[in-house]
Protein backbone atom coordinates (compact mmCIF):
# COMPACT_ATOMS: atom_id res chain seq x y z
CA UNK A 1 0.00 0.00 0.00
CA UNK A 2 2.70 3.00 1.17
CA UNK A 3 5.06 0.98 -1.91
CA UNK A 4 2.29 1.83 -3.90
CA UNK A 5 1.65 5.51 -2.88
CA UNK A 6 5.28 5.91 -2.78
CA UNK A 7 6.01 4.62 -6.13
CA UNK A 8 2.82 6.45 -7.46
CA UNK A 9 4.35 9.91 -6.03
CA UNK A 10 7.88 9.01 -7.67
CA UNK A 11 5.95 8.32 -10.81
CA UNK A 12 3.79 11.82 -10.77
CA UNK A 13 7.33 13.74 -9.55
CA UNK A 14 9.73 12.34 -12.24
CA UNK A 15 10.35 15.20 -14.56
CA UNK A 16 10.89 12.67 -17.60
CA UNK A 17 6.95 11.42 -17.41
CA UNK A 18 6.00 15.56 -18.03
CA UNK A 19 7.98 15.70 -20.81
CA UNK A 20 8.01 14.57 -24.89
CA UNK A 21 5.13 13.44 -27.11
CA UNK A 22 3.56 10.83 -24.72
CA UNK A 23 4.48 12.81 -21.27
CA UNK A 24 2.15 13.96 -18.73
CA UNK A 25 1.81 17.41 -20.02
CA UNK A 26 0.97 16.72 -23.88
CA UNK A 27 -1.35 14.04 -22.51
CA UNK A 28 -3.12 16.51 -20.80
CA UNK A 29 -3.18 19.29 -23.55
CA UNK A 30 -4.50 16.72 -26.01
CA UNK A 31 -7.31 15.68 -22.99
CA UNK A 32 -8.25 19.47 -22.69
CA UNK A 33 -8.43 19.85 -26.58
CA UNK A 34 -10.75 16.68 -26.87
CA UNK A 35 -12.58 17.55 -23.99
CA UNK A 36 -13.72 20.84 -25.37
CA UNK A 37 -14.46 20.17 -28.53
CA UNK A 38 -17.03 17.68 -27.05
CA UNK A 39 -18.60 20.28 -24.45
CA UNK A 40 -18.58 23.11 -27.51
CA UNK A 41 -20.26 20.46 -29.50
CA UNK A 42 -22.96 19.66 -27.07
CA UNK A 43 -23.44 22.95 -25.88
CA UNK A 44 -24.42 24.24 -29.90
CA UNK A 45 -26.97 21.15 -29.53
CA UNK A 46 -28.00 21.75 -25.66
CA UNK A 47 -28.38 25.33 -25.62
CA UNK A 48 -30.88 26.56 -28.29
CA UNK A 49 -32.84 23.09 -28.11
CA UNK A 50 -33.01 23.99 -23.79
CA UNK A 51 -34.27 27.84 -24.69
CA UNK A 52 -36.42 26.72 -26.66
CA UNK A 53 -38.16 24.07 -24.22
CA UNK A 54 -37.98 26.32 -21.80
CA UNK A 55 -39.05 29.50 -23.31
CA UNK A 56 -42.26 27.74 -25.05
CA UNK A 57 -43.23 25.21 -22.82
CA UNK A 58 -43.19 22.60 -25.91
CA UNK A 59 -42.28 19.11 -25.80
CA UNK A 60 -40.80 19.45 -22.00
CA UNK A 61 -42.09 16.00 -21.20
CA UNK A 62 -39.86 14.56 -24.76
CA UNK A 63 -37.08 16.91 -23.27
CA UNK A 64 -36.95 15.09 -19.36
CA UNK A 65 -37.58 11.62 -20.85
CA UNK A 66 -35.46 11.81 -23.56
CA UNK A 67 -32.26 13.42 -21.07
CA UNK A 68 -32.96 11.02 -18.83
CA UNK A 69 -32.92 7.92 -21.44
CA UNK A 70 -29.78 9.46 -23.26
CA UNK A 71 -27.78 9.39 -19.35
CA UNK A 72 -28.47 5.44 -19.34
CA UNK A 73 -26.54 4.97 -22.73
CA UNK A 74 -23.17 2.83 -21.94
CA UNK A 75 -20.06 5.11 -22.90
CA UNK A 76 -18.12 1.76 -23.62
CA UNK A 77 -20.47 0.29 -25.74
CA UNK A 78 -21.44 3.56 -27.79
CA UNK A 79 -17.70 3.69 -28.19
CA UNK A 80 -17.13 0.37 -29.96
CA UNK A 81 -20.13 0.18 -31.53
CA UNK A 82 -19.45 3.73 -33.49
CA UNK A 83 -15.83 2.85 -34.14
CA UNK A 84 -17.09 -0.80 -35.64
CA UNK A 85 -19.33 1.71 -37.93
CA UNK A 86 -17.37 4.21 -38.82
CA UNK A 87 -14.18 3.44 -39.25
CA UNK A 88 -14.82 2.00 -42.59
CA UNK A 89 -16.08 4.84 -43.77
CA UNK A 90 -13.77 7.76 -42.29
CA UNK A 91 -9.83 8.47 -43.33
CA UNK A 92 -7.23 8.66 -40.66
CA UNK A 93 -7.24 10.37 -37.18
CA UNK A 94 -11.50 11.40 -37.37
CA UNK A 95 -11.87 7.52 -37.74
CA UNK A 96 -11.22 7.11 -34.26
CA UNK A 97 -11.92 11.04 -33.01
CA UNK A 98 -15.47 11.00 -33.93
CA UNK A 99 -16.71 8.55 -32.09
CA UNK A 100 -15.06 9.05 -28.82
CA UNK A 101 -16.63 13.02 -29.67
CA UNK A 102 -20.44 11.40 -30.36
CA UNK A 103 -19.91 9.39 -26.93
CA UNK A 104 -18.70 12.40 -25.00
CA UNK A 105 -21.50 14.79 -26.88
CA UNK A 106 -24.18 11.92 -25.91
CA UNK A 107 -22.89 12.30 -22.05
CA UNK A 108 -23.17 15.95 -22.41
CA UNK A 109 -25.90 16.67 -23.84
CA UNK A 110 -28.46 15.93 -21.28
CA UNK A 111 -27.07 18.03 -18.37
CA UNK A 112 -26.47 21.41 -20.01
CA UNK A 113 -30.39 20.68 -21.78
CA UNK A 114 -31.32 20.58 -18.71
CA UNK A 115 -29.84 22.82 -17.10
CA UNK A 116 -30.65 25.50 -19.56
CA UNK A 117 -34.53 24.43 -19.58
CA UNK A 118 -34.68 24.25 -16.23
CA UNK A 119 -33.13 27.79 -15.94
CA UNK A 120 -35.51 29.43 -18.30
CA UNK A 121 -38.69 27.82 -16.68
CA UNK A 122 -37.59 29.36 -12.72
CA UNK A 123 -38.08 32.80 -14.03
CA UNK A 124 -40.26 34.61 -12.12
CA UNK A 125 -43.64 34.76 -13.35
CA UNK A 126 -43.72 38.70 -12.41
CA UNK A 127 -40.98 39.36 -14.21
CA UNK A 128 -41.75 37.96 -16.82
CA UNK A 129 -45.00 39.58 -16.92
CA UNK A 130 -43.56 42.51 -16.53
CA UNK A 131 -41.26 42.37 -19.24
CA UNK A 132 -44.31 41.64 -21.51
CA UNK A 133 -45.77 44.52 -20.17
CA UNK A 134 -43.50 46.91 -20.97
CA UNK A 135 -43.70 45.89 -24.41
CA UNK A 136 -40.77 43.27 -25.01
CA UNK A 137 -41.25 40.97 -27.73
CA UNK A 138 -41.13 37.16 -27.10
CA UNK A 139 -37.43 37.39 -28.02
CA UNK A 140 -36.94 40.26 -26.09
CA UNK A 141 -38.13 38.21 -23.02
CA UNK A 142 -35.98 35.59 -23.62
CA UNK A 143 -32.68 37.74 -24.54
CA UNK A 144 -33.50 39.98 -21.83
CA UNK A 145 -35.11 38.40 -19.08
CA UNK A 146 -35.04 34.63 -19.68
CA UNK A 147 -31.43 33.57 -20.19
CA UNK A 148 -29.73 36.71 -18.32
CA UNK A 149 -31.65 34.58 -15.25
CA UNK A 150 -31.36 31.13 -16.49
CA UNK A 151 -27.24 31.58 -17.09
CA UNK A 152 -26.57 30.10 -13.25
CA UNK A 153 -28.51 27.04 -13.87
CA UNK A 154 -27.09 26.73 -17.63
CA UNK A 155 -22.97 27.43 -16.34
CA UNK A 156 -23.73 24.23 -13.87
CA UNK A 157 -25.29 22.08 -16.55
CA UNK A 158 -22.32 23.11 -18.28
CA UNK A 159 -19.68 22.38 -15.23
CA UNK A 160 -21.41 19.03 -14.50
CA UNK A 161 -21.08 18.19 -18.43
CA UNK A 162 -17.44 18.86 -18.65
CA UNK A 163 -16.56 17.04 -15.60
CA UNK A 164 -18.26 14.15 -17.01
CA UNK A 165 -16.40 14.72 -20.48
CA UNK A 166 -12.83 14.81 -18.67
CA UNK A 167 -13.52 11.98 -16.67
CA UNK A 168 -15.16 9.26 -19.50
CA UNK A 169 -12.44 11.02 -22.07
CA UNK A 170 -10.13 8.65 -21.02
CA UNK A 171 -11.71 6.13 -23.18
CA UNK A 172 -10.67 7.43 -26.14
CA UNK A 173 -7.44 5.79 -25.27
CA UNK A 174 -8.81 2.10 -26.12
CA UNK A 175 -9.13 3.09 -29.40
CA UNK A 176 -5.72 4.27 -29.94
CA UNK A 177 -6.22 8.25 -29.21
CA UNK A 178 -4.08 10.29 -26.70
CA UNK A 179 -5.58 12.32 -23.58
CA UNK A 180 -4.82 11.34 -19.67
CA UNK A 181 -6.32 8.24 -20.76
CA UNK A 182 -3.27 6.59 -22.37
CA UNK A 183 -1.47 6.12 -19.13
CA UNK A 184 -4.85 4.25 -17.45
CA UNK A 185 -5.03 1.98 -20.39
CA UNK A 186 -0.80 1.17 -21.47
CA UNK A 187 -0.59 1.35 -17.10
CA UNK A 188 -2.99 -1.77 -17.29
CA UNK A 189 -1.48 -3.44 -20.17
CA UNK A 190 1.86 -3.75 -18.97
CA UNK A 191 0.78 -3.63 -15.18
CA UNK A 192 2.13 -0.42 -14.00
CA UNK A 193 0.22 0.75 -11.62
CA UNK A 194 2.31 3.82 -10.35
CA UNK A 195 1.63 4.72 -14.14
CA UNK A 196 -2.25 3.98 -13.58
CA UNK A 197 -2.64 5.54 -10.48
CA UNK A 198 -0.81 8.61 -11.41
CA UNK A 199 -2.78 8.89 -14.62
CA UNK A 200 -6.13 8.47 -12.53
CA UNK A 201 -4.69 11.34 -10.22
CA UNK A 202 -3.70 13.49 -13.19
CA UNK A 203 -7.29 13.17 -14.82
CA UNK A 204 -9.10 14.20 -11.38
CA UNK A 205 -6.66 16.85 -10.87
CA UNK A 206 -7.55 18.39 -14.67
CA UNK A 207 -11.34 18.01 -14.09
CA UNK A 208 -10.93 19.80 -10.40
CA UNK A 209 -8.60 22.48 -12.47
CA UNK A 210 -11.06 23.35 -15.04
CA UNK A 211 -14.36 23.19 -13.09
CA UNK A 212 -12.51 25.77 -10.65
CA UNK A 213 -11.73 28.11 -14.16
CA UNK A 214 -15.53 27.39 -15.20
CA UNK A 215 -16.66 28.73 -12.00
CA UNK A 216 -14.73 31.63 -12.11
CA UNK A 217 -15.96 31.90 -16.07
CA UNK A 218 -19.42 31.93 -14.31
CA UNK A 219 -18.80 34.49 -11.37
CA UNK A 220 -17.71 36.59 -14.30
CA UNK A 221 -20.46 36.60 -16.72
CA UNK A 222 -23.82 35.85 -14.29
CA UNK A 223 -25.56 39.14 -13.61
CA UNK A 224 -24.25 40.19 -9.86
CA UNK A 225 -28.03 40.21 -8.78
CA UNK A 226 -28.36 36.61 -8.87
CA UNK A 227 -25.34 35.23 -7.71
CA UNK A 228 -25.85 33.63 -4.22
CA UNK A 229 -23.02 35.84 -2.68
CA UNK A 230 -25.20 38.99 -3.56
CA UNK A 231 -28.01 37.24 -2.00
CA UNK A 232 -26.09 36.94 1.35
CA UNK A 233 -25.60 40.57 1.52
CA UNK B 1 -23.29 -10.63 -39.29
CA UNK B 2 -21.58 -8.09 -37.53
CA UNK B 3 -23.28 -7.82 -34.35
CA UNK B 4 -22.04 -10.74 -32.60
CA UNK B 5 -18.05 -9.52 -32.83
CA UNK B 6 -19.25 -6.05 -31.30
CA UNK B 7 -21.03 -7.41 -28.88
CA UNK B 8 -18.31 -9.83 -28.13
CA UNK B 9 -15.90 -7.17 -27.73
CA UNK B 10 -17.69 -4.95 -25.84
CA UNK B 11 -18.44 -7.36 -23.43
CA UNK B 12 -14.83 -8.68 -23.61
CA UNK B 13 -13.52 -5.21 -22.95
CA UNK B 14 -16.44 -4.21 -20.35
CA UNK B 15 -15.30 -7.67 -18.49
CA UNK B 16 -11.44 -6.59 -18.69
CA UNK B 17 -12.21 -3.08 -17.40
CA UNK B 18 -14.53 -4.07 -14.77
CA UNK B 19 -11.65 -6.14 -13.39
CA UNK B 20 -9.60 -3.54 -13.53
CA UNK B 21 -11.50 -1.52 -11.51
CA UNK B 22 -12.64 -4.00 -8.47
CA UNK B 23 -8.84 -2.42 -6.45
CA UNK B 24 -5.72 -3.73 -6.05
CA UNK B 25 -5.99 -6.98 -7.63
CA UNK B 26 -8.51 -7.58 -10.28
CA UNK B 27 -8.36 -11.65 -9.74
CA UNK B 28 -8.80 -11.98 -5.87
CA UNK B 29 -12.66 -10.87 -5.80
CA UNK B 30 -14.49 -14.26 -4.74
CA UNK B 31 -11.69 -16.79 -4.86
CA UNK B 32 -13.22 -19.38 -2.79
CA UNK B 33 -9.77 -20.09 -1.84
CA UNK B 34 -8.97 -23.36 -4.07
CA UNK B 35 -5.95 -24.04 -3.29
CA UNK B 36 -5.87 -24.27 0.00
CA UNK B 37 -8.54 -27.01 0.00
CA UNK B 38 -5.91 -28.76 -2.05
CA UNK B 39 -3.30 -27.98 -0.24
CA UNK B 40 -4.89 -29.38 3.00
CA UNK B 41 -6.11 -32.31 1.19
CA UNK B 42 -2.66 -33.36 -0.59
CA UNK B 43 -0.91 -32.25 2.42
CA UNK B 44 -3.01 -34.97 4.75
CA UNK B 45 -3.24 -38.70 3.37
CA UNK B 46 -2.54 -37.18 -0.73
CA UNK B 47 -5.94 -38.87 -1.78
CA UNK B 48 -6.21 -38.98 -5.53
CA UNK B 49 -9.01 -36.68 -6.21
CA UNK B 50 -7.01 -33.04 -5.36
CA UNK B 51 -10.30 -31.21 -5.95
CA UNK B 52 -11.73 -28.65 -8.35
CA UNK B 53 -9.62 -27.36 -10.94
CA UNK B 54 -9.84 -23.54 -11.70
CA UNK B 55 -9.13 -23.17 -15.51
CA UNK B 56 -8.36 -19.85 -17.02
CA UNK B 57 -7.65 -17.71 -19.25
CA UNK B 58 -6.43 -14.33 -21.22
CA UNK B 59 -8.68 -11.65 -22.98
CA UNK B 60 -8.15 -13.13 -26.31
CA UNK B 61 -10.95 -15.70 -27.98
CA UNK B 62 -8.55 -18.21 -29.15
CA UNK B 63 -7.24 -18.76 -25.84
CA UNK B 64 -10.76 -18.56 -24.36
CA UNK B 65 -11.41 -21.56 -26.75
CA UNK B 66 -8.05 -23.32 -25.72
CA UNK B 67 -9.52 -23.04 -21.90
CA UNK B 68 -12.89 -24.61 -23.20
CA UNK B 69 -10.95 -27.46 -24.67
CA UNK B 70 -9.01 -28.25 -21.33
CA UNK B 71 -12.37 -27.91 -19.10
CA UNK B 72 -13.72 -30.60 -21.72
CA UNK B 73 -11.44 -32.76 -22.01
CA UNK B 74 -10.64 -32.46 -17.71
CA UNK B 75 -14.67 -32.70 -16.71
CA UNK B 76 -14.47 -35.69 -19.35
CA UNK B 77 -11.69 -37.40 -17.38
CA UNK B 78 -13.79 -37.15 -13.90
CA UNK B 79 -12.18 -33.91 -12.60
CA UNK B 80 -14.50 -30.92 -11.67
CA UNK B 81 -14.16 -28.08 -13.47
CA UNK B 82 -14.95 -24.14 -13.14
CA UNK B 83 -13.74 -21.98 -15.35
CA UNK B 84 -12.58 -18.11 -15.23
CA UNK B 85 -12.11 -16.55 -18.73
CA UNK B 86 -11.35 -13.42 -20.13
CA UNK B 87 -8.88 -12.45 -17.28
CA UNK B 88 -6.77 -10.15 -19.21
CA UNK B 89 -3.11 -10.21 -20.29
CA UNK B 90 -0.41 -12.47 -19.18
CA UNK B 91 0.95 -10.01 -16.66
CA UNK B 92 -2.75 -9.88 -15.04
CA UNK B 93 -3.05 -13.90 -15.05
CA UNK B 94 -0.04 -14.57 -13.75
CA UNK B 95 -0.82 -12.84 -10.56
CA UNK B 96 -3.85 -15.22 -10.75
CA UNK B 97 -2.06 -18.30 -10.70
CA UNK B 98 0.08 -16.94 -7.93
CA UNK B 99 -2.94 -16.13 -5.70
CA UNK B 100 -4.39 -19.17 -6.40
CA UNK B 101 -7.63 -17.70 -7.87
CA UNK B 102 -7.04 -19.86 -10.88
CA UNK B 103 -5.00 -23.29 -11.23
CA UNK B 104 -4.88 -23.99 -14.94
CA UNK B 105 -4.35 -21.56 -18.25
CA UNK B 106 -3.69 -22.19 -21.71
CA UNK B 107 -0.07 -20.91 -22.06
CA UNK B 108 2.35 -20.11 -25.15
CA UNK B 109 6.01 -21.30 -24.69
CA UNK B 110 7.73 -18.24 -26.19
CA UNK B 111 5.15 -15.47 -24.44
CA UNK B 112 5.79 -16.96 -21.47
CA UNK B 113 9.48 -17.47 -21.62
CA UNK B 114 10.40 -13.81 -22.52
CA UNK B 115 7.52 -12.87 -19.50
CA UNK B 116 9.93 -15.27 -16.75
CA UNK B 117 12.75 -14.39 -18.45
CA UNK B 118 13.07 -10.98 -20.71
CA UNK B 119 16.99 -11.65 -21.83
CA UNK B 120 16.17 -14.69 -23.45
CA UNK B 121 17.72 -15.22 -26.53
CA UNK B 122 16.71 -18.93 -27.56
CA UNK B 123 13.89 -19.20 -30.00
CA UNK B 124 13.56 -22.94 -31.17
CA UNK B 125 10.26 -24.55 -29.63
CA UNK B 126 12.59 -26.88 -27.37
CA UNK B 127 15.44 -24.32 -26.31
CA UNK B 128 12.33 -22.07 -25.34
CA UNK B 129 10.44 -24.77 -23.67
CA UNK B 130 13.53 -25.35 -21.16
CA UNK B 131 14.20 -21.51 -21.04
CA UNK B 132 9.95 -21.73 -19.54
CA UNK B 133 10.53 -24.77 -17.04
CA UNK B 134 14.02 -22.93 -15.93
CA UNK B 135 12.28 -19.40 -14.81
CA UNK B 136 9.17 -21.12 -13.86
CA UNK B 137 8.13 -20.02 -10.23
CA UNK B 138 7.59 -22.25 -7.27
CA UNK B 139 4.23 -24.27 -7.67
CA UNK B 140 3.68 -23.65 -11.05
CA UNK B 141 4.64 -26.48 -13.87
CA UNK B 142 3.93 -27.07 -17.29
CA UNK B 143 3.01 -30.13 -18.83
CA UNK B 144 3.62 -31.56 -22.65
CA UNK B 145 3.70 -28.87 -25.07
CA UNK B 146 1.64 -29.23 -28.49
CA UNK B 147 2.53 -28.58 -32.25
CA UNK B 148 0.01 -25.67 -32.38
CA UNK B 149 1.86 -22.50 -32.31
CA UNK B 150 -0.13 -19.07 -32.08
CA UNK B 151 2.68 -16.62 -32.79
CA UNK B 152 2.64 -12.89 -32.88
CA UNK B 153 3.10 -11.79 -36.03
CA UNK B 154 3.31 -8.62 -38.21
CA UNK B 155 1.16 -8.71 -41.44
CA UNK B 156 0.09 -5.98 -43.77
CA UNK B 157 -2.44 -5.38 -46.00
CA UNK B 158 -1.54 -7.15 -49.95
CA UNK B 159 -1.38 -3.45 -51.46
CA UNK B 160 1.12 -2.06 -49.24
CA UNK B 161 3.06 -5.13 -49.72
CA UNK B 162 2.68 -5.15 -53.37
CA UNK B 163 3.83 -1.50 -53.38
CA UNK B 164 6.62 -1.39 -50.98
CA UNK B 165 7.93 -5.32 -52.29
CA UNK B 166 7.88 -6.14 -48.75
CA UNK B 167 8.00 -9.85 -47.84
CA UNK B 168 9.51 -9.80 -44.53
CA UNK B 169 10.47 -7.87 -41.55
CA UNK B 170 13.44 -6.78 -42.42
CA UNK B 171 12.14 -5.43 -45.86
CA UNK B 172 10.74 -2.70 -43.97
CA UNK B 173 13.39 -0.87 -42.87
CA UNK B 174 13.85 1.45 -45.39
CA UNK B 175 10.16 2.40 -44.99
CA UNK B 176 9.51 2.17 -41.36
CA UNK B 177 9.77 5.86 -40.40
CA UNK B 178 6.76 6.58 -42.70
CA UNK B 179 4.24 3.68 -41.42
CA UNK B 180 1.92 4.04 -38.28
CA UNK B 181 2.60 0.17 -36.28
CA UNK B 182 -1.15 -0.84 -34.61
CA UNK B 183 -1.26 -3.59 -32.17
CA UNK B 184 -2.37 -3.73 -28.17
CA UNK B 185 -0.99 -1.88 -25.58
CA UNK B 186 1.22 -4.29 -23.69
CA UNK B 187 3.11 -4.47 -27.48
CA UNK B 188 4.72 -1.19 -26.86
CA UNK B 189 6.34 -2.53 -23.60
CA UNK B 190 7.47 -6.02 -24.39
CA UNK B 191 10.79 -6.74 -24.72
CA UNK B 192 9.84 -8.45 -28.30
CA UNK B 193 7.11 -5.31 -29.43
CA UNK B 194 8.29 -2.21 -30.72
CA UNK B 195 11.79 -2.11 -28.38
CA UNK B 196 12.79 -5.28 -30.23
CA UNK B 197 11.79 -4.57 -33.74
CA UNK B 198 13.96 -1.40 -33.15
CA UNK B 199 17.35 -3.28 -31.50
CA UNK B 200 17.00 -6.34 -34.08
CA UNK B 201 15.31 -4.93 -37.49
CA UNK B 202 16.54 -1.25 -36.74
CA UNK B 203 12.70 -0.22 -37.66
CA UNK B 204 11.72 3.48 -36.04
CA UNK B 205 8.04 3.47 -36.77
CA UNK B 206 6.59 6.83 -37.52
CA UNK B 207 4.27 5.88 -34.46
CA UNK B 208 2.63 3.55 -32.25
CA UNK B 209 -1.37 3.07 -32.40
CA UNK B 210 -2.03 1.04 -29.12
CA UNK B 211 -5.54 -0.29 -30.13
CA UNK B 212 -6.56 -2.05 -26.52
CA UNK B 213 -10.15 -3.36 -28.18
CA UNK B 214 -9.11 -6.56 -29.23
CA UNK B 215 -7.43 -8.14 -32.54
CA UNK B 216 -10.83 -6.87 -33.80
CA UNK B 217 -10.57 -3.38 -34.05
CA UNK B 218 -6.46 -3.70 -35.09
CA UNK B 219 -7.50 -5.67 -38.36
CA UNK B 220 -10.10 -2.98 -38.92
CA UNK B 221 -7.56 -0.51 -38.25
CA UNK B 222 -5.35 -2.26 -41.08
CA UNK B 223 -8.15 -2.95 -44.04
CA UNK B 224 -9.03 0.76 -43.56
CA UNK B 225 -5.20 2.09 -43.93
CA UNK B 226 -5.12 3.58 -40.00
CA UNK B 227 -2.27 1.78 -39.31
CA UNK B 228 -0.04 0.32 -41.92
CA UNK B 229 1.54 -2.76 -40.02
CA UNK B 230 -0.36 -4.52 -37.65
CA UNK B 231 0.46 -7.19 -35.00
CA UNK B 232 -1.69 -10.15 -34.74
CA UNK B 233 -1.54 -13.33 -34.01
CA UNK B 234 -0.64 -15.90 -36.70
CA UNK B 235 -3.82 -17.92 -35.87
CA UNK B 236 -5.95 -14.82 -36.62
CA UNK B 237 -9.39 -15.97 -38.94
CA UNK B 238 -8.85 -12.06 -40.33
CA UNK B 239 -5.14 -12.90 -42.09
CA UNK B 240 -6.97 -15.69 -44.76
CA UNK B 241 -10.45 -13.51 -44.62
CA UNK B 242 -8.67 -9.93 -45.59
CA UNK B 243 -5.68 -11.74 -47.53
CA UNK B 244 -3.13 -9.92 -45.83
CA UNK B 245 0.25 -10.76 -46.06
CA UNK B 246 2.23 -12.17 -42.86
CA UNK B 247 5.96 -10.61 -43.01
CA UNK B 248 8.75 -13.45 -42.42
CA UNK B 249 10.76 -12.79 -39.23
CA UNK B 250 14.23 -13.94 -40.41
CA UNK B 251 16.06 -13.00 -37.11
CA UNK B 252 13.09 -15.04 -35.00
CA UNK B 253 12.24 -11.80 -32.86
CA UNK B 254 9.28 -13.55 -32.21
CA UNK B 255 9.95 -17.17 -30.11
CA UNK B 256 8.75 -20.10 -30.72
CA UNK B 257 4.73 -20.46 -29.37
CA UNK B 258 3.54 -23.54 -28.29
CA UNK B 259 0.16 -24.19 -26.92
CA UNK B 260 1.01 -25.79 -23.63
CA UNK B 261 -0.72 -25.99 -20.37
CA UNK B 262 0.59 -23.92 -17.52
CA UNK B 263 -0.59 -25.18 -14.17
CA UNK B 264 -0.94 -24.98 -10.45
CA UNK B 265 1.46 -28.15 -8.93
CA UNK B 266 -1.14 -28.40 -6.24
CA UNK B 267 -3.83 -29.55 -8.86
CA UNK B 268 -1.70 -31.96 -10.67
CA UNK B 269 -2.32 -35.94 -10.37
CA UNK B 270 -2.02 -38.39 -13.06
CA UNK B 271 -5.73 -38.00 -14.26
CA UNK B 272 -5.45 -34.45 -14.98
CA UNK B 273 -2.19 -34.91 -16.38
CA UNK B 274 -3.32 -37.74 -18.57
CA UNK B 275 -6.08 -35.53 -20.08
CA UNK B 276 -4.01 -32.26 -20.83
CA UNK B 277 -1.37 -34.24 -22.36
CA UNK B 278 -3.80 -35.85 -24.72
CA UNK B 279 -4.83 -32.27 -25.68
CA UNK B 280 -1.73 -31.50 -26.73
CA UNK B 281 -0.85 -34.36 -28.77
CA UNK B 282 -4.08 -33.52 -30.66
CA UNK B 283 -3.74 -29.77 -31.28
CA UNK B 284 -2.07 -28.29 -34.32
CA UNK B 285 -1.82 -25.09 -35.79
CA UNK B 286 -3.76 -25.82 -38.68
CA UNK B 287 -6.73 -28.10 -36.54
CA UNK B 288 -6.72 -24.88 -34.09
CA UNK B 289 -7.23 -22.12 -36.70
CA UNK B 290 -9.92 -24.08 -38.02
CA UNK B 291 -11.50 -23.94 -34.60
CA UNK B 292 -11.13 -20.20 -34.92
CA UNK B 293 -12.59 -19.56 -37.78
CA UNK B 294 -15.66 -21.51 -36.80
CA UNK B 295 -15.52 -19.23 -33.26
CA UNK B 296 -14.37 -16.05 -34.55
CA UNK B 297 -15.82 -15.67 -38.43
CA UNK B 298 -19.04 -17.77 -37.65
CA UNK B 299 -20.03 -16.87 -34.37
CA UNK B 300 -20.14 -20.48 -32.51
CA UNK B 301 -20.03 -20.69 -28.89
CA UNK B 302 -16.37 -21.58 -28.30
CA UNK B 303 -17.52 -24.34 -25.49
CA UNK B 304 -19.41 -25.92 -28.06
CA UNK B 305 -16.32 -25.85 -30.41
CA UNK B 306 -14.10 -27.05 -27.76
CA UNK B 307 -16.34 -29.89 -26.60
CA UNK B 308 -16.81 -31.34 -30.28
CA UNK B 309 -12.77 -30.86 -30.46
CA UNK B 310 -12.97 -33.12 -27.31
CA UNK B 311 -14.66 -35.64 -28.49
CA UNK B 312 -13.02 -35.90 -31.32
CA UNK B 313 -10.39 -37.07 -29.76
Known amino acids: ?233 | MRRTPVLALALTTAMTLAACGSGDDPLATDAGSPTEDGTATSGGTGEGEGGEVIVGSANFPENVLLAEIYAAALSDAGVEVTTRLNIGSREAYMAGLDDGSIDLIPEYTGGLATYLNPEITVTSSEEVLADAQENLPEGLQLLEISDAEDKDSLVVTQETADELGVASIADLEPHAGDLVLGGPPEFESRPNGVDGLQEVYGLEFAEFRSLAAGSNLTVQALRNGQVDVANIFSTDPAIEENSFVVLEDPESLFAAQNVVPLISSDVVNPAVEDALNAVSAALTTENLTAMMVEVVSEGQDPAAVARTFVDGI
Open chain 1, 1 to 233: MNQTVLMTWEWLTDPANWQGRGGILAQSLEHLRLSFVALLVAALIAVPTGLWVGHTGRLRWAAVNLTGAVRAIPSLGVLFVAVLLLLPRLRGELAFELPALIVLVALAVPPILSGTYAGVDATDPAARDAARGVGMTGGQVLRQVEIPGALPLIMSGLRSAMLQIIGTATIAAIVGLGGLGRFLIDGQASRQYDQMAGGAIAVAALALLVDQALALLQRVVVSPGLSSAARVR
